[in-house]
């Protein structure tokens, strides 16, 4: 049996896509089961608290394509305060900031890993006390 050669790439692309999309499902699924209200139109995702008052998680991203191996920076705010806050890029943990009293980080760097080129990747971030979470699209290769 013989195989095209893009065939591979093609077939990469959409595990890719599928596996970013569940990640997504995943973070939003927390946010709302801890008392926030999923999305906020924005791209973002809100995230609660697990102590009856809810807050929104935002990230910010410095831009929004970058090729793979290039750095960005994302900043965020919404989370607990002192928090350690997970950041991904597609299922690849890139960054781990801690946030400030205020919940806040400010221009984390982070390196775009490699994935298919033109492919949107989801930046997520998900606090590890609140899990509250938020998310952007990253358009990767451009």
Known sequence: ??????????????????????????AAVIAVSNGGGGSTGDGTTGGGTTGGGSASAKIFLSR?????????????????AGETVEIRVHISVVASPQADEAGRFVSVT??????????????????????????RQLRVGG
């Open 1 to 26: 049996m013989r195989r095209d050669r893009g065939s591979g790439a093609v077939i990469a692309a959409v595990i890719g896509a599928v596996i970013t999309g569940i990640a997504t499902i995943v």
């Open 110 to 135: 982070i390196t775009v890993p490699e994935l298919p080129v033109g492919w949107d990747a989801t930046v997520s971030a998900i606090g590890q006390d609140t899990l509250r979470a938020a998310t």
């Open 64 to 80: 929004d394509s970058a090729p793979a191996g290039e750095t960005l920076t994302v900043s965020g705010e919404g989370f607990g």
